[in-house]
């Protein structure tokens, strides 16, 4: 019988597959390098220069703003734990009314920027607002007699409501796990349900816990729209003060090298909260685990606790908005700033995309992440550039053309600048999703393909993308939406005129022209519902009820 079939591929077949190997990774490390080149650019341009304001900066305004960013984190870093941990446990291990759709409604306020929930908020609890003024008239009180909302405390509960979908996914599925099982047993050997749940199933869901919470915080550091419209000066409002009001691009560079280490330190602190265990679970959450009953208030309880964050995270600033709309006509540049985001965001998706299937393939070997230097660089490139917040990422674009292309390209950056923002921004949500799913390609089949005569480049266009189109599609729309949402980096570049939604609701909002910015608001809470209904499609098998 002849053994022609079993023998090993020629040398030379193997030679030019390791090429193309080779090939691949070489262009996939080009593109983690491409895509860090902006905060080299930040760190350079900081450790070079000094500004002729930043003595003046650091010694006047630059405490107070320091002292707003450290108070901030820590309000929401708390108000996010608040939010988001006990409607996680609640919808994970107790039946109650209404569970099934508050389950839902609990991660409907990620569709909702903060920005557009500052806005609305804004309007409802300010001090000559309805809500106020409807309290002053039943107390009788000159004053306001809640507490200011354009404060620091105000922002951070704005940012707390727009942000505890983090914690409570992260949670929740930590709960359904590792957690629900363990509280099981502890209350089989006799121990109460919330000793139980303090002693066993909240430590257990730390890592998850702990990674939510540094999502928020790096969203909280991230935001510059909610703060400037409520009146808050932190790190990242002053980068854009000392770029547009100063016109001093060294200080907006070493403020933004400032947010830059504090995005460090945070994703650090993330990694030695989760005790270097991860908080993706390697079982998958059972669906036959029961779930207890919560009768009377107790179920009653439960249904107010899990629908408050949901109903001042989404539901209230879109009912805001409808009034707000109703009483005003759409200004004339909507429709203008409706194609603009649509077609910022399409060629977005035309850049973004093809750069993360290369930058995953490349990486990759038999269906596995290689454990090399290149791919290890490469992930944490991306994963720091999505955590910059888009402000400091829009600094360190204008300085790599500054550095590269001198004055007349930064003059000339236009739609180039913006689209290589968000790249670096976006790259990193769009090729967890390629990723995942290009692991999920079986390696005999790149192994027949290989085989039969076909390159790397061939092998990824012929059997990958295929198979990869449902990974592609969620990538992105990810970041269609992403970009759409996306403020800071788009004042700062954007070239002079242009709007997109995000823009057109922030500086309507900023003029105080409320109901012609809440018709592109809404149009940005719709898109945001997208992925949120991508997500929860893809959610973990459910248990069933009693």
Known sequence: ??????????????RSGIKDRLNLQTV????AVVLALPLVAIVASATTAVSPNWTHTAQTVLPLWTLNTLAL?????????????PPAWLVARYEFRGRKALEVALVLPLAVPAYISAMALGWLLDGAGPAQSALRALTGADGEVLPSIRSPGGAALVLSFALYPYVYLLSRRAFLAEGGEAFEIARSLGARPLRAF????????????????????METLAEYGALQLLGVNTWTTAVFRSWLSLGDPVLASQLASLLLVAVAVLLLAERAGRGGRS???????SATRMRALLPG???GLATAVCLLPPFFGFALPGLVLLRLAAEAAPSPGLLSAVRSSFVLSVLSVCVVVPLVVVAAYGLRRRGEVMRSRAARFASGVVTLGYATPGAVTAVGVVGVFTIFGGGGAVAALGLWGLLYAYAVRFAAPALEVVDAGLAKVRPSLEDAARGLGCGGAETLLRVHLPLLSPSLGTGALIVFVEVMKELP?????????????AVRAWSLAADERLGEASYPGLLVMLAGLLPVYLLMRSAEPRPRRL
Do not use: H
């Open 297 to 299: 208030w107790r179920g």
């Open 73 to 85: 984190c820590v309000m929401v870093g708390v108000g996010v734990l608040a939010l988001g941990i």
């Open 28 to 31: 996939a490390a080009g593109v």
């Open 1 to 14: 019988m002849s053994r022609t079939n079993t023998q090993t591929a020629p040398p030379d077949k193997i």
């Open 279 to 285: 908080y993706v679970f390697a079982r998958r959450v």
């Open 489 to 501: 980096a788009t004042l700062l570049i954007r070239p002079f005129g242009y709007e997109t939604l």
């Open 198 to 217: 303090l002693r066993v199933a909240l430590p257990l869901a730390r890592p998850a816990i702990a990674a939510g919470a540094a999502l928020a915080l």
